[in-house]
């Protein structure tokens, strides 16, 4: 096995300043540079939002009906990094589900102004700056093209008089690479795409996270 050792350096001089800290390696004292990766995103905030309960409807959505929207305005000037949506579905009742309906994220382009009902929205850190991305639970103001769905959940499977299926429960939580970033005009909906049961009472909720950056 390899040991420690290091390389000596000219001496100390007026230049640029490394950040170091040191540690005794065999005779000597040596410096030890910190290596600290940055992304290039410029970060004003990180948001989070749990946006309700939501039940399986027995007629499926026809786009752009959705449940909710996180929309990034136009002329915002910043983008919005789409980090995570935690899923989770229960039963109401006791109920038979012979369906199977998704429920997806599907991304879109918008013009136009949103005035839908706002859904709450936190900050990671209450110094951030006010999200600029809105949040809302009906498209009211908005012409919306929809785009390609890009990740599906499958509520819970049913329940029976003598007992519950187990709840359901799926987490996406995408690296900095596989964020989706939606730009000026675009937009993240969740909806729900097939039929589901008469009187379905199946439930699930979405809690998700977002960033908001500029770039140099």
Request: charge should be neutral; aromatic fraction near 8%.
């Amino acid at each position: 096995m390899a040991n420690d050792s290091f390389i000596r350096l000219p001496p100390d001089s007026t230049g640029k300043r490394l950040h170091t800290r040191q540690r005794d390696v065999g005779p000597g004292t040596v410096e030890e540079q910190y290596v600290i990766p940055l992304s290039l995103r410029v970060r004003s905030g990180v948001y989070l939002s749990q946006t309700g309960a939501h039940v399986v409807q027995a007629a499926a959505d026809t786009f752009p009906a959705a449940r909710w929207f996180l929309i990034n305005p136009v002329a915002s000037g910043v983008l919005v990094a789409f980090r995570r949506c935690e899923f989770s579905s229960q039963m109401g009742s006791v109920l038979a589900t012979p369906t199977s309906p998704r429920i997806n994220l599907r991304l879109f382009t918008f013009t136009g102004t949103s005035s839908g009902a706002a859904i709450t929205i936190g900050k990671v850190d209450s110094a951030f700056a006010t999200a600029v991305a809105k949040l809302v639970s009906a498209n009211t103001g908005l012409s919306i093209s929809g785009g390609a769905d890009i990740f599906s959940f499958m509520p819970t499977a049913g329940a029976t008089a003598v007992g519950y299926a187990a709840p359901a429960s799926l987490d996406w939580n995408p690296e900095e690479e596989g964020m989706p970033v939606l730009r000026e005009g675009e937009g993240i909906a969740c909806y729900q795409p097939d039929a589901g049961t008469t009187s379905d009472t199946r439930r699930y909720i979405t809690s998700i996270a977002w960033e908001e950056y500029t770039l140099p």
